[in-house]
């Protein structure tokens, strides 16, 4: 059915427009028209095997009457009214394919006329133009409009055969001259006629109550559709309100730790510098001591120098990965800056039984910012080591290299990969393949702000279960 035919149906509550809520009320909503006449034909289809059925028992059934109307004509009419229920029976097999389907606006015109076109038969037969079987004729009517729901077309189509029918069954047989006949088929007519009056309108009346009921239906599920729709947002709003939350505390934890690390650091150097004047002491008095005992001594004291050392690496690492100002872009030599942000992980690594190969060569440059780069290096490496749980001879690859425009530098793992799926989405905000509670999806997206920062780029080269390698494009240091 087509909105055209929908607006002819009922032109008051069927809106010109496809869409499904007129802006002037409840009382213009028109539903959708495809959906409307897919539920009207699932209904039609339903309603026509019960009428069907109604057909074929209880016509034969009421032959009872025409034994007590018509004896003499009893057996010639059951043979009509087994044909009447015969001829259902291929109506109702057509309804389990596609003819019952396609033709399914026939069925409440169809089963009606035939019951009807018997009756007048019977009639005709009986030559009685004042016969009471028309009120099976109101009877067929009346119960179709109870059991199928009609257009304002089909309702006239078939109260015009059934009137015109019961014309020519009883018309030939009336005696015009016969008062008392005339006044019986007058009054038989009249109440026919009624009844299809009251039937027409009150189809027309109940199609208007259906498609309204129909069309608040729909607007109610719309309305439906729509509140889940928002709750779903609103959910997800809350959700990374909270994950924002989280994450702004965990960045004031950071900052704190930032401003007393700063004074952490400030009192261990000083012992360290303490130390560090002593070893100095000690070597020089070693030159007074016995050969032996001097090469011995001054071999110990160089062992507790690098420790020294090494500790004040670790120390001035901190200090530097503390402090997440951006001091501006300038020459970054990469090898050290990886020797820093490795130090930061060595002993994850090692405990996780990860080999790591540093292949960065040493004075290697690059312009930007030595923090970011840190922060960047110690977030793919640590997604590395994720990557590479439970995999076969777990490596990670750190590498530099020159190229025309800049430098590269490259961080490569046999780890599990990145699904093809998730690699749009890797660097949005709060994306994380991660189980909850172990991170929050913002590691990548902070690293890609900062290389954007430094006006550099990332690549990423992934094959799902073989390796992850993502290039960091650098520019070339301005030497001033």
């Known amino acids: 059915m087509s909105i055209a035919a929908l607006a002819e149906i009922s032109p008051p509550l069927i809106a010109p427009s496809t869409d499904h809520f007129h802006p002037g009320g409840p009382e213009e909503i028109s539903p959708p028209p495809n959906r409307f006449e897919q539920e009207q034909m699932e209904l039609n289809l339903r309603n026509a095997r019960m009428g069907a059925w109604f057909v074929m028992v209880l016509v034969p059934l009421c032959s009872f009457l025409d034994w007590m109307a018509y004896p003499a004509d009893y057996w010639q009419f059951l043979v009509l009214r087994l044909a009447c229920a015969a001829s259902c029976v291929p109506l109702l097999l057509a309804l389990n394919g596609s003819l019952g389907r396609k033709y399914c606006r026939a069925y409440p015109v169809i089963l009606p006329l035939l019951p009807a076109l018997m009756i007048c038969f019977m009639i005709y037969l009986s030559g009685d133009s004042g016969s ?13 409009a109870f059991v199928f729901h009609w257009t304002f077309r089909e309702i006239g189509i078939t109260l015009g055969l059934v009137v015109l ?6 018309l ?46 729909c607007k109610v599920e719309d309305q439906r559709e729509e509140l889940s729709a928002r709750n779903e947002e609103l959910t997800a709003t809350l959700k990374r309100l909270r994950e924002t939350e989280a994450q702004l ?45 001097a090469e011995t001594f001054n071999s110990i004291a160089e062992d507790i120098g690098e420790g020294i050392d090494r500790v004040s690496s670790i120390v001035s690492d901190l200090r530097t990965f503390a402090h997440p100002e951006n001091r501006g872009a300038r020459p970054v030599d990469l090898h050290d800056t990886s020797r820093k942000a490795l130090r930061l992980l060595a002993k994850e690594i090692g405990d996780r039984g990860v080999t790591l190969m540093d292949e960065i060569p040493a004075g290697i440059l690059a312009q930007g910012d030595e923090n970011y780069l840190i922060q960047i290096l110690l977030n793919l490496v640590q997604n590395s080591l994720d990557a590479l749980a439970g995999r076969p001879e777990p490596t990670v690859w750190l590498k530099a290299r020159a190229t025309a425009d800049g430098v590269d530098l490259i961080v490569r793992d046999n780890g599990s990969g990145i699904p093809k799926e998730n690699l749009s989405k890797i660097f949005d905000p709060f994306f994380t393949t991660k189980q909850v509670g172990q991170g929050m999806g913002l590691g990548l997206s902070i690293c890609f702000r900062m290389i954007q920062q430094m006006e550099g780029e990332v690549k990423i080269d992934t094959a799902e279960g073989s390796h992850t390698q993502f290039t960091l494009s650098l520019k070339k240091p301005v030497h001033t």
Not at 255 to 272: D, Y
Request: proline share 3%.
């Open 132 to 144: 009471g079987y028309y009120a099976g004729l109101t009877l067929c009517i009346v119960a179709t």
């Open 165 to 170: 029918a019961y014309f020519a069954a009883t």
């Open 172 to 217: 030939p047989n009336l005696h015009f001259s016969d008062s008392r006949e005339l006044g019986i088929f007058v009054n038989n007519t009249g109440f026919i006629l009624l009844n299809c009056v009251v039937l027409y309108f009150g189809s027309r009346q109940h199609h208007a109550i259906r498609v309204r009921e129909f069309a608040n239906r």
């Open 249 to 293: 505390d965990q960045s004031e934890k950071l900052a704190s730790i930032g401003r007393l690390s700063a004074g952490i650091v400030h009192e261990i150097n000083n012992p360290l510098n303490y130390v560090k004047s002593a070893i100095y002491l000690l070597k020089k008095k070693s030159r007074a001591l016995p050969l032996e005992m």
